[in-house]
């Protein structure tokens, strides 16, 4: 059998399960921090995305004798810069937080501990 004809990666069973143990472990540190917390980093990443989308108008506005595509990928660094911000300093984000749905499936916490650490539904 040529390798062209597996289609699934070639990654040992253990590294997998070192994946999924790591990713549920992610998901239940973000279920046990506090609200508050978890709160207060989602605003300054929604500050960091909101400056990201301020300096991304500031590069494209006013350029219509520009290349099209040259503007989208300067416009596409500018606004990604706002991600980096957020990496860097820690905001957090809705998307993060939907990996703890990985220790939820596992049954490391139950439904209303994730829709709490999800946005304080309960």
Known sequence: MNNSDNLTPSVPTNEKQTTLDKASEYGYEKV??????????????????????????????G???????MMRLVGGIAFSLGLILVIVCGGELFTSTVLSTVGWAQGRFNTAQLLRCWGGFI
């Open 63 to 69: 350029t219509d004798s520009a290349p099209w595509g």
């Open 32 to 61: 046990r921090s506090s609200f508050t917390k978890s709160f207060a980093l989602a605003i300054y990443a929604g500050m960091f995305i909101s400056i990201a989308f301020v300096f991304y108008l500031s590069v494209t506005t």
